[in-house]
Nanobody, 122 residues
Framework: QVQLVESGGGLVQPGGSLRLSCAASGSIVSINAMGWYRQAPGKERELVATISSDGNTNYADSVKGRFTISRHNAKNTVYLQMNNLKPEDTAVYYC????????????????WGQGTQVTVSS
């Protein structure tokens, strides 16, 4: 069984930093793109950043220059370094993979983690 487990959320003051991690576990052969999305109360889920299997990145305009996405392929883990956090970054952050191939060669598409809360407040 494949799981995505996020960690690293919490409460931080404006201007502070947090590092989110998302580890994929299970009988995995490969993972295509990985990414982070967020959903604030009363709003739709939105893209934060994605990273392809070969390291190409994409960011929402609102986080460019403040957030950095990276991944460790051998550990099946994606990270989100968030600097200069603002109150408007407050949301539940979700990890996503667009395609996982298991050892049984079963494709798992559009897979989500359970989310981790990030609150930016003084």
């Amino acid at each position: 069984q494949v799981q995505l487990v996020e960690s690293g959320g919490g409460l931080v003051q404006p201007g502070g930093s947090l590092r989110l991690s998302c580890a994929a576990s299970g009988s995995i052969v490969s993972i295509n793109a990985m990414g982070w999305y967020r959903q604030a109360p009363g709003k739709e889920r939105e893209l934060v950043a994605t990273i392809s299997s070969d390291g190409n990145t994409n960011y929402a305009d609102s986080v460019k220059g403040r957030f950095t996405i990276s991944r460790h392929n051998a550990k099946n883990t994606v990270y989100l370094q968030m600097n200069n956090l603002k109150p408007e970054d407050t949301a539940v952050y979700y990890c996503n993979t667009d395609l996982i191939i298991t050892v049984k060669l079963v494709p798992i598409r559009d897979y989500w983690g359970q989310g981790t809360q990030v609150t930016v407040s003084s």
